[in-house]
């Protein structure tokens, strides 16, 4: 029986020529969005099924169509969007495009960290509104990052990543996550684990989230844990929207008892609520982390060799356990 593959959305050119030469993929008209029953109206009788993080594959996605429906070859790192373990037992394979994103989310996180203290947005926008009358002292006075502590949470690629760039921006770095790194590891980065969540948030200025999103790290950061960080403090969060409890930071935010945030991701994007648009001391991105062609380029070419990989018969050497996203 043919292969019949099915992406969800269009993917650089270099790559969808490259997925018709080895797979005789024939790419989408249109990049619009797919609803579940989009999806499976023009996914129907695939054998591989290529979806983004803006796609959700339910039960409902996966049984509709099962039993055609071999592989799920993820164009993406999180897979919090398909349901991973229900795949599996309907004998479906997930495999996700890990690592290539490392280096170019941990750049944007070091922007949001370094915008949101230095008010960045709002003195751009000052210029763009023609606010700006002049130099003064006290004009514009933001936080400098120099000898702040930075707390980080989920100290994997990413996080390994953004503690690298702080150390050269020296920051004093602190962590949170499950299991602590290996000393020889700690030594090289310059960094504080911390095993209580709760125990860390108060001795930082800065707080930088890098960790998947789960049952166990939905609003990880809710009213009670932001309440626990300083009110000079910042939130950064490059990872996942539902990371925090959007409408217990609007509060903080708001209020004053959080100094500001900077946000490349939304709880339900792509929609960002009219309260957290309009607040001063939030610094906002359209999920942009991961932006660039080389990132791109590099995801497409790890999803032809897990396609590749599973119709040769070899196990896709990006192959999601479901221990991993449980």
């Not at 005789?24 to 109206?41: C, E, F, K, M």
């Not at 770095?173 to 090289?188: G, W």
């Not at 509060?251 to 957290?276: F, R």
């Not at 607040?279 to 790890?302: F, K, Q």
């Amino acid at each position: 029986m043919a292969t019949r593959i099915f992406v969800t959305h269009q993917l650089p050119d270099s790559i969808e020529k490259r997925m018709e030469e080895l797979f005789g993929y024939v790419p989408r008209q249109s990049d619009t969005s797919l609803d579940s029953a989009g999806i499976i109206l023009r996914a129907k009788g695939a054998n591989v099924l290529v979806p983004t993080l803006s796609d959700i594959i339910s039960k409902e996605v996966i049984d509709a169509l099962s039993p055609n429906l071999k592989l799920i070859a993820n164009f993406g790192a999180g897979v919090d969007h398909i349901d991973v373990a229900y795949a599996k037992k309907r004998g479906i394979l997930v495999t996700n495009t890990p690592s290539v994103l490392t280096e170019d989310t941990a750049d944007i996180a070091m922007a949001l960290i370094l915008a949101a203290p230095r008010r960045l947005s709002e003195a751009a926008q000052a210029i763009r509104l023609q606010q700006w009358e002049g130099w003064s002292p006290l004009y514009m006075l933001g936080t400098r990052v120099n000898g702040k502590a930075l707390g980080i949470v989920g100290m994997g690629r990413i996080g390994q990543a953004v503690a690298r760039r702080a150390k050269g921006f020296g920051m004093d770095i602190h962590y949170h996550q499950r299991v602590q790194l290996h000393d020889t590891v700690e030594k090289e980065l310059g960094v504080t684990y911390h095993k209580s969540l709760d125990g860390m948030l108060g001795k930082v200025d800065i707080l930088s989230l890098h960790c998947p999103h789960t049952k166990e790290t939905h609003h990880l950061l809710n009213a009670a844990r932001l309440k626990k960080m300083k009110p000079t403090a910042y939130l950064i969060n490059t990872a996942r929207g539902a990371l925090i409890d959007e409408d217990a930071l609007i509060q903080a935010l708001a209020s004053g008892s959080l100094a500001g945030a900077g946000l490349d991701v939304y709880e339900n994007a792509p929609d960002v609520p009219m309260e957290l648009r309009n607040l001063p001391n939030v610094v906002l991105l359209p999920h942009i982390s991961s932006a660039t062609w080389e990132s791109r380029i590099e995801m497409g070419e790890r999803v032809i060799i897990n396609i590749r990989s599973f119709l040769d018969g070899h196990n896709p050497p990006d192959k999601v356990l479901v221990e991993e996203v449980s």
